[in-house]
């Protein structure tokens, strides 16, 4: 699958885990963001957004509660980021949520580009019931930056049929499922 594609496919198996009546948290970046199409149609749902791509893919649908993090606006990500949206997440928890990456590995877990961007995530996934990372597999194990966020164990990795077999491994022996589609 092409890039686009492939990550409009994890987008939308991403979707199907969403149940009426939860609390969604979408964070910032375009796979991600790319949910937003497909949750459209799901009833007395909550998402609360992290970045500007959710929020424009969700703003009109009806019998969706769209919450906003707020703070302060990472142009490249088009997230939220800083004090304000730390403060936001820590009054609030959500079912499952939903993360992008610049790059994800076994080890050391969700890479970005900024600290401040790995502290978000970390309090993304201690406020979550269930955790989706959505990565394309050209992601997995590059490591383009020097910030980063553990991956629990038990979270779910969701990437597309071109990823190496022996990726899959190294996440799955570090107690992370990993969700080809």
């Given at each position: 699958?092409?890039?686009?594609?492939?990550?409009?496919?994890?987008?939308?198996?991403?979707?199907?885990?969403?149940?009426?009546?939860?609390?969604?948290?979408?964070?910032?970046?375009?796979?991600?963001?790319?949910?937003?199409?497909?949750?459209?149609?799901?009833?007395?749902?909550?998402?609360?957004?992290?970045?500007?791509?959710?929020?424009?893919?969700?703003?009109?649908?009806?019998?969706?509660?769209?919450?906003?993090?707020?703070?302060?606006?990472?142009?490249?990500?088009?997230?939220?980021?800083?004090?304000?949206?730390?403060?936001?997440?820590?009054?609030?928890?959500?079912?499952?949520?939903?993360?992008?990456?610049?790059?994800?590995?076994?080890?050391?877990?969700?890479?970005?580009?900024?600290?401040?961007?790995?502290?978000?995530?970390?309090?993304?996934?201690?406020?979550?019931?269930?955790?989706?990372?959505?990565?394309?597999?050209?992601?997995?194990?590059e490591r383009p930056f020097h910030a980063w966020a553990p991956i629990p164990p038990g979270a779910v990795l969701v990437t597309d049929a071109a990823v190496d077999a022996k990726q899959v491994a190294l996440f799955e022996d570090a107690g992370i499922r990993v969700q080809v589609v």
């Amino acid at each position: 699958m092409e890039g686009f594609d492939a990550k409009r496919g994890i987008a939308e198996w991403a979707a199907e885990q969403v149940r009426p009546g939860e609390t969604v948290l979408l964070d910032a970046g375009t796979t991600v963001g790319a949910m937003g199409e497909f949750l459209r149609h799901v009833t007395n749902l909550t998402v609360i957004a992290a970045g500007l791509t959710a929020l424009e893919a969700l703003a009109d649908a009806d019998g969706v509660r769209v919450e906003c993090l707020g703070g302060t606006l990472r142009q490249l990500s088009q997230g939220f980021v800083g004090p304000l949206a730390e403060a936001s997440l820590q009054r609030v928890s959500f079912d499952k949520a939903f993360l992008g990456a610049d790059a994800v590995t076994a080890d050391l877990g969700i890479c970005e580009a900024e600290l401040d961007q790995t502290r978000l995530k970390e309090m993304m996934i201690e406020r979550a019931g269930e955790v989706y990372i959505l990565a394309h597999s050209a992601k997995l194990g590059e490591r383009p930056f020097h910030a980063w966020a553990p991956i629990p164990p038990g979270a779910v990795l969701v990437t597309d049929a071109a990823v190496d077999a022996k990726q899959v491994a190294l996440f799955e022996d570090a107690g992370i499922r990993v969700q080809v589609v």
